[in-house]
Antibody
Framework: EVQLVESGGGLVQPGGSLRLSCAAS????????MHWVRQAPGKGLVWVSR????????SYADSVKGRFTISRDTAKNTLYLQMNSLRVEDTAVYYC?????????????WGQGTLVTVSS | QSALTQPRSVSGSPGQSVTISCTGT?????????VSWYQQYPGKAPKLMIN???KRPSGVPDRFSGSKSGNTASLTISGLQAEDEADYYC??????????FGGGTKVTVL
């Protein structure tokens, strides 16, 4: 069974930076499209970013474009999200999610999430 | 990238059917057969229930079904059970490698 474990969340001041990690196991990481999805406290799910299975292309929601960077290290089976210029409105639980490349348009595996709090 | 529109809540008695709508535009729901639905219990990660508008992943009960007409997708839960009480989110591919979720619907089993 696919396992995804996020880490790196915490409290950061507005304008600060944080890097989230998502450790993948029990599946062929290199064949999976990977995403980050966030959920503000008491709110709905919001898609944040996506990276192709081979890392060749990335895409972002307008709200994080230019501030967040998604990447992956196949040798370490790990997905990353570098978050810069953080804002109060970035406060959320961040989930990594993925799917085999044949099902690139949905998310069939999810991690448990890591909480990011942006506050002074 | 505006969120898809879902009703905030729906309810039904055990054994009844409920339907959750998900309205988008021709740029997302109406433009692609790439609508998926997710179930989420409080404090838990979402779970895929339906992909590609109508497909049910292995292990998902057949009382869950999906459909689409124009810019509106729907999730129907037939034979409602107590364990179906949760939040449900629709999601659609929106072109240019972006995705958009709905605001979520709370299903209450009376």
């Amino acid at each position: 069974e696919v396992q995804l474990v996020e880490s790196g969340g915490g409290l950061v001041q507005p304008g600060g930076s944080l890097r989230l990690s998502c450790a993948a196991s029990r599946f062929t990481f290199s064949s999976y499209w990977m995403h980050w999805v966030r959920q503000a406290p008491g709110k709905g799910l919001v898609w944040v970013s996506r990276i192709h299975s081979d890392g060749s292309s990335t895409s972002y929601a307008d709200s994080v474009k230019g501030r967040f960077t998604i990447s992956r290290d196949t040798a370490k089976n790990t997905l990353y999200l570098q978050m810069n210029s953080l804002r109060v409105e970035d406060t959320a639980v961040y989930y990594c999610a993925g799917v085999d490349s044949s099902g690139w348009h949905y998310f069939d595996s999810w991690g448990q999430g890591t909480l990011v709090t942006v506050s002074s | 990238q505006s969120a898809l529109t879902q009703p905030r809540s729906v309810s039904g008695s055990p054994g009844q059917s409920v339907t959750i709508s998900c309205t988008g535009t021709s740029s997302d729901v109406g433009g692609y057969n790439y609508v998926s639905w997710y179930q989420q219990y409080p404090g838990k990660a979402p779970k895929l229930m339906i992909n590609d508008v109508t497909k049910r992943p292995s292990g998902v009960p057949d009382r869950f079904s999906g459909s689409k007409s124009g810019n509106t997708a729907s999730l129907t839960i037939s034979g409602l059970q107590a364990e179906d009480e949760a939040d449900y989110y629709c999601c659609s591919y929106a072109g240019r490698n972006t995705w958009v979720f709905g605001g979520g619907t709370k299903v209450t089993v009376l």
